[in-house]
């Protein structure tokens, strides 16, 4: 065996390729074939949306298992602004858990994901809105800096940047910047500080990827003259891994579980239909790369490496992929002696993973708590073991933080594993474990990346990592793990989680709004978190001067690490409406700590932590409300009851079998959650009841339903129909169709400010037909739109009063905006 000493050049941080700290991959003899196939082909595709879920699995896949490509997904945004299936996280948390799931669905088609900075800051009707909120120079700017960093070899967008307006506003955003950034990506002009981190690159062409869905109808596309498109042929079977590529799709796609998104793959042939935007057309109508070198020839001094490979998958031993390792650490070798290149790290990268996969090189670094704190030493376990005949040394331990511990050279003989110890200090110098894009306050449209290195990663950075060096037959080859954390689960088995750095302190605020309806003093809870063993401060809320509290600071000591105590404070108002930022402070030998800690744990993704600053809002409301007894009704969930109830109102939650004639007397008010006459089955045979109850002169308030199925098809007591209109900007202007009504009037005032400060919608699915019972009372439009009037619909029946209305309390109320407190008031009082 011919033997070639290269030497450890110093490891590179490779931003692109975090290793996330979850069960460690063991690849078997025909997924570690197919990387060896993959590092034997250099060609490039990105695809480009705007949300997790947008992504076409099925082309992913294809690209990546079929053809080879390194392949990426770029979604714009990381999906805060939908709704959660899986939990109550929303907004940037909800945003986490979807970063999660897209790096899921990655590990299984085989791609890699990327982000912008850009929020998905909730609907937007059209680019024009979606760009006013976006910072579109931002988000330009960072589409360019992936290309220029992915060097994508092919663009393919999820949507048309030709039709805005016919889907979500961030979907033909997307398609717009990308195109943009098709041609600005090699124009020096154009974010020339990029440049230092990388380098200008043209792709070679560009597409969208259209399917029926844009054509109308299935029998519409059938029918559609396509022969102008690229059509690949993704209904592969591939036999080595005994799935289809739908299967394979299928899979990937149901991690999307916060959205529901489960999926069933399918077997047989399948087309994929790509319409060139920019660029070159193939001649090959099945062929992506045609005119693109996507062999090792198109890297200097590439060519042997090619050479070598294409031997190593012809001699390729399935029950003996260490027969491989020679001809491998040939080719590492020769990558090393490459000048930098763009493929260079990537491939080195693959081939490590490679390397250590056909000798069933297994290395761990497992740390002996999940959360540690700065200052604290950390005991770890490091485990090396090489399981073929091919002779090894552990050469070296690096680990970062750098160790105390000094470390012999191991032999790694086959199939005996190495224990080492070894402790190391947390310095502050290593921040907090958190994710990176949530560590600065952003905009509504943006998150806050100071660091233009960072921008794209679409994972937690992690610093605390050991570099094993471990020479193979003569090579030096380091190999990089994070420090992990794993426990033996009595039902799930095997647990792996990430190693967390925690604050010492953390605090949370019980109640992340307070209403004060009166100025009557509140108690307001704050729950203190021990990072560590043995702590002792003083906690304090902050509050301006015209707020009292009592006490001013609370002393408190807990002597076991992750121990929790709660304590009170009494909280009074000051009399004039007002909405402040309370923030819950520990001071601590001299140091300020202000974060809560928000632990995420699902089964799908790893687990996550996110620090956020220890704040609540405190709202003195001006508002006026009656002694009216409310039930109210969930439909599929919100968190309208504790709001009301924050208002001072006595309310209770009542299931559907609780609605009885007898029952309902107890109350004035019946209010159905959001939803509820879509999801709530037993409604259907309820109505007759509650419909005599609004009759006999109480009041009825009905939330937003959407137009899936009804449970029964008379939702009112009058004709009414549920449409898409909508207000998505929640600043338009609310015009007072019957000002002089009691719903505008008593007890409240509602003047045009109680409009100010809304959130994300003014609302949504409002009916556009009505019986004239009804009385719109407000309008509105979004820009471009005829005014909408169904967003609040009062009819007489009979004594009472039904209501339907699509206006969005269930999110304005939760976040505290007092104007809508203000009008839910007067509704809750109509007589
Ligand atoms: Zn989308």
């Known amino acids: 065996m011919q033997k070639l000493y290269c030497f450890f050049l110093l490891l590179l941080f490779f931003p692109f390729h975090t290793i996330t700290a979850q069960q460690p991959q063991k690849p078997n003899a025909v997924e570690i074939y197919a990387q060896i196939q993959k590092l034997n082909f250099l060609g490039s595709v990105l695809y480009i949306a705007a949300h997790p879920d947008d992504e076409n699995t099925r082309l992913i896949s294809y690209l990546s298992n079929e053809k080879k490509a390194r392949t990426g997904y770029l979604s714009l945004t990381r999906g805060d602004g939908g709704q959660n299936l899986v939990g109550p996280e929303l907004r940037e948390l909800l945003g986490v858990i979807r970063t999660q799931e897209l790096i899921e669905a990655r590990k299984i088609d085989g791609g890699e994901q990327f982000f912008s900075r850009a929020n998905d800051f909730g609907y937007s009707k059209n680019p024009d809105e979606t760009l006013a909120i976006w910072n579109k120079d931002e988000v330009l700017s960072d589409v360019v800096y992936i290309i220029r960093k992915f060097q994508p070899d092919v663009i393919i967008n999820r949507f048309d940047a030709r039709s805005p307006g016919t889907t979500h506003g961030h979907h033909t955003s997307s398609a717009m910047l990308s195109l943009e950034a098709f041609e600005k990506s090699n124009n020096p002009a154009f974010y020339p500080d990029q440049l230092n981190l990388t380098q200008l690159w043209q792709a070679k062409r560009i597409f969208f990827n259209t399917s029926w869905w844009f054509f109308g109808s299935k029998e519409k596309f059938e029918k559609a003259d396509k022969s102008g498109l690229l059509n690949l042929k993704t209904g592969i079977y591939y036999q080595s891994l005994g799935k289809s590529n739908q299967e394979i799709a299928a899979l990937s796609r149901s991690r999307h579980q916060s959205q529901g998104f489960g999926n069933t793959g399918v077997r047989g042939e399948d087309d994929e239909f790509l319409e060139l935007l920019k660029g070159e057309m193939p001649k090959d109508k099945t062929n992506i790369f045609e005119g693109i070198d996507t062999s090792w020839n198109r890297v200097k001094g590439g060519k042997p490496i090619g050479e070598l490979l294409a031997n190593v998958e012809k001699n390729f031993d399935f029950k003996n992929p260490s027969a491989s390792i020679p001809e491998l650490l040939n080719v590492y070798c020769l990558l090393e002696t490459l000048n930098e290149n763009h493929w260079k790290p990537l491939k080195l990268e693959e081939i490590r993973k490679i390397i250590a996969s056909c000798s069933g090189l297994y290395l761990e670094a497992v740390a002996n708590i999940q959360e540690t704190t700065h200052g604290n030493t950390l005991k770890i376990k490091i485990e090396a073991i090489n399981r073929s005949a091919i002779s090894m040394q552990l050469t070296s331990l690096k680990t970062y933080p750098e160790t105390n511990s000094t470390f012999p050279v191991y032999d790694l003989k086959n199939n005996s594993s190495q224990s080492i110890d070894a402790e190391l200090n947390i310095p502050q110098s290593i921040g907090y474990t958190q994710p990176y894009w949530l560590t600065e306050k952003g905009t509504v449209g943006m998150y806050r990346v100071d660091d233009q290195k960072n921008i794209g990663i679409p994972d937690i950075i992690r610093q605390v990592k050991v570099i094993f060096n471990v020479t193979i037959a003569g090579t030096t080859i380091p190999f990089e793990r994070n420090i992990v954390y794993k426990y033996n689960d009595d039902v799930k088995g095997e647990v792996y989680k990430p190693l967390d750095i925690v604050p010492e302190i953390t605090t949370s605020i019980t109640d992340k709004v307070v209403i004060f309806n009166n100025d009557k003093t509140k108690t307001v809870g704050v729950t203190i978190k021990s990072g560590k063993d043995a702590v002792k401060g003083d906690l304090q809320l902050e509050l301006p001067e015209n707020w009292k509290i009592n006490p001013k600071s609370i002393p408190f000591s807990l002597s076991k690490k992750g121990e929790e105590q709660t304590v009170y404070f009494q909280i009074t108002p000051p ?257």
Request: proline share 4%.
């Open 575 to 831: 009399k004039n409406a007002t909405e402040i930022t309370a923030k819950s402070i520990v001071l601590m030998d001299g140091q300020r700590f202000d974060k809560e800690q928000f632990n995420i744990n699902y089964d799908h993704i790893s687990k996550q932590q996110v620090l956020k600053p220890s704040e609540a809002k405190f709202i003195k409301l001006d508002i006026k409300i009656g002694n009216e007894r409310i039930a109210y009704i969930m439909g599929a969930g919100d968190e309208v009851p504790k709001s009301l109830r924050q208002m001072g109102y006595e309310v209770t939650i009542l299931k559907p079998e609780e609605i009885t004639k007898q029952r309902i007397s107890d109350f004035n008010v019946i209010i159905t959650g959001i939803r509820a006459y879509n999801t709530v089955q037993a409604l259907a045979f309820k109505q007759d009841i509650l419909f005599d109850f609004v009759k006999e002169g109480h009041t009825m308030i009905v939330q937003y339903n959407t137009m899936d199925e009804f449970v029964t098809p008379n939702i009112a007591p009058f004709p009414l129909k549920i449409s898409r209109d909508r207000v998505t900007d929640e600043n338009a202007r609310v015009d007072f169709l019957q000002p002089d009504h009691a719903v505008l009037n008593y007890p409240n005032k509602i003047t045009s400010k109680d409009f100010e400060g809304w959130k994300q919608e003014q609302g949504l699915y409002y009916p556009n037909e009505w019986d004239k019972a009804f009385t719109p009372i407000l309008s509105s439009a979004d820009k471009g739109e005829s005014a909408k009037k169904g967003a609040l619909l009062i009819a007489k029946y009979g004594k009472g009063n039904y209501v339907y209305t699509g206006i969005s309390f269930f999110r304005e109320l939760p976040e505290g905006v007092s104007g809508a407190f203000r009008l839910m008031a007067n509704i809750i009082s109509l007589k």
